[in-house]
């Protein structure tokens, strides 16, 4: 894929992201409080549309490994261990009636929700920063960039429904547990 269609296509994916999270679920939250099925569907098709913007723009030589032993080792234990994290948040703790906005009557603390709010995008980001330590590029660079991106818009859209629906509790939640990780001295709701 040439560059020029390389940035029109990024721009096409973050375009989608923008209107499917902070728009139509938006929305969707603001009247009815949970995600409609059609704006569940399109939260997959967003996430769809990022997996196939990163497999579109691989090198030719893909799937040849640019890397060494260690780094190989350290790659694969960052997407084991990150798959194993998102799967764990997103369908034993949080479930995937919750995730869409259903069945939430209380808020989850527990589990990787106490050291994280979104365990599940953390996991999805380990994995993908060791998917880059593998195949290592601008565009994949550039791909997982997009991907943080409009997964950041998930999250803000997702924290202003919490925070209606949940008000001083999310609050007192969200001043003690990071958005995505602990780091000493640099939590900040």
Do not use: C, K
Not at 5 to 30: E, K, N, P, Q
Not at 34 to 53: D, K, M, T, Y
Not at 175 to 186: I, N
């Amino acid at each position: 894929m040439s560059t020029p269609v390389y940035i029109l296509s990024a721009a096409l994916v973050l375009a989608a992201g923008f209107t499917v999270f902070r728009v139509i679920v938006r929305r969707d939250y603001a009247v009815r409080g949970h995600l409609s099925p059609v704006s569940a569907l399109l939260e997959w098709v967003a996430i769809l549309l990022w997996v196939g913007f990163g497999s579109a723009n691989q090198s030719p030589d893909w799937p040849t490994v640019h890397v060494g032993s260690i780094s190989r080792v350290i790659a694969w234990s960052l997407i084991v261990s990150g798959a194993g994290v998102m799967f764990t948040a997103l369908f034993h703790t949080l479930g995937l009636r919750r995730s869409h906005g259903l069945d939430v009557e209380r808020l989850e603390r527990g589990s990787l929700y106490g050291l994280s709010r979104n365990p599940q995008v953390v996991g999805f980001l380990m994995a993908l920063i060791g998917y880059l330590l593998l195949w290592p590029s601008s565009r994949n660079v550039g791909t997982m960039v997009l991907i943080a991106v409009i997964m950041h818009l998930m999250i803000r859209t997702e924290e202003e429904h919490l925070r209606e629906r949940f008000g001083d509790e999310y609050e007192r939640y969200r001043s003690t547990v990071p958005r995505y990780l602990a780091v000493p001295g640099l939590h900040r709701p």
